[in-house]
Structures are given as C-alpha cells and as structure tokens.
C-alpha cells in the first residue's frame, strides 16, 4: 500500500510542484489516523518528497537563488505561526477549508500568465514570491498541505510566472513550510514520524525521477493534470468533510 501510493504522491511532487500531501492526507485518513494526525502525517512525508524535487530543480539551474529565498524564507516563517494554531479548530472544519481550497485552484489554474511576461521583472516580484511563499506556510501550518497547488496558480496568474518556473519554485517553497510544520507537530507530539518518513522516503525516489523530467511536460498539459487531481481530491476530502460533520 505505501510503496505505490507513495510512488504515485512522489511522481505527482516532481512534476506538478506540490508536496504529495495531497495524496498522503486521504490515504492517512483511509487508514484511520484522525484529521490532526494525518495532517501532521502528511507533512512530515511531504519534507523529503519536496526536498528530492527542489535538489533536483537546483542542479539543475531551474530558478535564480534570489527568488528562490524569497518564497522558502517567507514559507518557512509563515508556516511556523499557522502550525500553532490548527491544533484549536476542528476536523472536519480543516478539511472543508482543503475542499474550499481545491475548487478555488481548479477554477483559477492556466497554462501561461496573463499578463505581459516583463512583469517578471518588475520590483514587485520578489515581494510577491515572497506573499506567495507565505501562502505556503499557510497551507502547511494549518491544513497539512505543502501549498503547491495554491502557489503555482498565484504565480501564474498574479506574477505571470511561466507554470514551469512556478512549479519550481513551488517545490522548494513546500520543503520549507513543511519542515517548519514538522518541527512544530514533532514538539507537540503530533503524527507519526515513522509512517510519514516511510511514505516520504518512496516518493523522494519518485519526485527526483519526475522533477527531472519537468520541461519536456507541455504547459498545457501540467494544467490539465491540476485541474484534474484537485477536482478528484476535493470529492474525496469533501465525503471525510461531511461524514465527521455529521458525527458531530
């Protein structure tokens, strides 16, 4: 069950920018782990499947290193504050706030920006890596989510970011939100560290193997794939959402 699943997550890190929480969360419910311990689960294996994908976007000189600390440092510092607070709301509220998240992405994603391509260079795009980053701290912190699937939208499309670079980005951003999630749940004591490392450590193999093969993906196609995954992880989170709800 771990090595395909976790194969699977690792295949989807490394080539859609996201941290693999978005399939370790639902296969940790599945199991049975309350919302609170699979959140922090999930980000505990989303550290070294990010980190496997970043390393190899590094190498290989797929984004400059002044962007690059201006979405990890402010990721790392957001997700430090929000992971203090998700241990006060609710279960099924975290995962409705996951559904909320999922159709907003699925609405909003496209394949090139909008704008003209020279906002890139304009003074306001390493603070909006920056804001972008924070979001990722956000979704770690709170939801247990590396944040991908909401940075590389925002990039897209509020800093016209190219889906390829954006995606890259992403990657090392969730590396940093999520281990400064993970810090804060293993002080708390939340989680399983074991399970997440063992989900984590078969989705690095996978999230090396699919980062490196990133820019022979067409943008288009990398869209369709978002589109795609949320839509179906909405349904799914959407039913654990409603059953906890109703249990109330």
């Known amino acids: ?13 490394g080539l859609l920018g996201i941290g693999g929480g978005l399939i370790f969360a639902p296969l940790l419910l599945w199991m049975g ?16 499947t990010a980190l496997s994908g970043s390393l190899t976007h590094l190498f290989a000189g797929g984004f400059q290193l002044q ?3 201006s979405i ?22 975290l995962l409705t706030f996951q559904v909320g998240l ?30 972008v980053g924070g979001v990722a701290g956000f979704s770690a912190g709170l939801l247990g ?15 016209a970011v190219p889906i390829h670079l954006a995606i890259r980005l992403s990657t090392l951003a969730v590396t940093c939100s999520a281990t400064a999630a993970s810090l804060q749940f293993l ?29 022979r993906v067409s943008g288009k196609s990398l869209a369709w794939m978002l589109r795609t995954l949320v839509l179906l992880l909405a349904f799914g989170t959407g039913r654990q959402a409603l059953i906890l709800a109703m249990g109330h």
């Open 102 to 131: 999922y159709l907003v992405v699925a609405a909003t994603i496209r394949s090139e920006p909008q704008q003209a391509a020279q906002q890139l260079k304009s003074t306001l795009f390493l603070p909006g890596l920056a804001l």
């Open 33 to 48: 782990l309350s919302p609170h311990q699979a959140l922090a689960t999930s980000t505990f294996a989303i550290v070294p």
């Open 1 to 13: 069950m771990f090595v395909p699943l976790g194969l699977l997550a690792g295949g989807l890190a």
């Open 72 to 93: 990890a440092v402010a990721a790392f510092l957001s997700s430090l504050l929000f992971s203090k607070i998700g241990l006060d709301v609710s279960g099924w509220l």
């Open 187 to 215: 002080s708390e004591g939340r989680g399983s560290v074991g399970i997440g490392l063992l989900l984590g450590g078969v989705a690095a193999l996978a999230a090396h193997w699919s980062a490196s093969r990133l820019q």
């Open 145 to 159: 989510l590396g944040g991908g699937l909401l940075m590389v939208p925002l990039m897209v499309n509020g800093l």
């Open 67 to 69: 962007a690059g600390l």
